[in-house]
């Protein structure tokens, strides 16, 4: 515990309490130490990479060969050595193994073989979306087709609708309106979606939620196909040009 020789005194002005400057210096020292120690105990950013060659620091290891095969447990030197004999490197995959597991491989050949794994899962992934539309009871029929035409687009793309009908003043004394509207809806797009929540009244508005019948990842695929169907065609278009204006040269 630390003893000061002068009190913190009190302002007769103020009223406030002043604590003499070697308090304060302490204090301030203090305050940088402990955030010093608190930032060593975070250890700032904490790297997702394996461990390799010279990076490995135990005695020995469980060496596996570059094709799988078991080679067992040898020392360091010999790892990094059969490393540099093999031309490639030496890779810690079970860190938390005794002793650790590590592998013979092409480092960078296997960090862009990840890469692309990665990106070509996040490409398939697929993230159910719950689209909204709004319409009023009674819609003019060029805007029902207008919005009609938005449902089937979002169906197509595998997501779902949520579809909503505002009632304003004294249409909310007349509820069915808006049901036999949502029942027009559901009748019209029911080969391309489902009611997956029937419609039901929340305050002023009436809520009904359409799915899709195909999946989004099925949506994605034929999206997919499609799109290199139209690039195929525009490629082939000039091909066909070109033998037309030859076909005709030669008339």
């Not at 002068?6 to 406030?16: A, S, W």
């Not at 620091?57 to 570059?66: S, T």
């Not at 805007?143 to 979002?154: A, C, I, L, P, Q």
Request: proline share 6%.
């Amino acid at each position: 515990m630390l003893r000061y020789h002068k009190e913190p005194r009190l302002c007769p002005v103020r009223g406030i309490f002043h604590a003499p400057a070697r308090l304060v210096s302490h204090n301030r020292r203090y305050a940088s130490v402990r955030q010093a120690v608190a930032w060593c105990y975070r250890g700032g950013s904490i790297s997702a990479e394996p461990r390799i060659n010279d990076r490995i620091r135990v005695p020995e290891v469980r060496l596996v060969g570059p094709s799988g095969e078991q080679v067992g447990i040898v020392p360091l030197a010999k790892a990094l050595e059969l490393a540099q004999e093999y031309d490639l490197d030496l890779v810690e995959v079970a860190a938390n193994a005794r002793p650790p597991v590590c592998k013979l491989m092409d480092y960078g050949k296997f960090k862009y073989e990840s890469a692309m794994k990665a990106r070509e899962a996040r490409k398939n992934q697929a993230h159910t979306v719950i689209k909204e539309m709004k319409l009023r009871p009674k819609i003019d029929p060029h805007d029902y087709d207008t919005k009609k035409g938005h449902v089937v687009r979002f169906l197509k793309q595998g997501d779902k609708v949520k579809i909503t009908i505002m009632f304003r003043g004294r249409e909310q004394s007349r509820p069915e309106l808006g049901f036999r509207l949502l029942q027009r809806l559901a009748e019209d797009v029911q080969d391309l979606g489902f009611v997956e929540s029937n419609p039901k009244q929340d305050g002023r508005n009436m809520i009904m939620v359409l799915g899709p019948h195909k999946k989004k990842t099925e949506a994605m695929a034929e999206a997919r196909e499609a799109q290199a169907a139209r690039k195929a065609e525009r490629q082939g278009q000039p091909a066909q040009a070109d033998e037309s204006a030859d076909e005709a040269a030669e008339a």
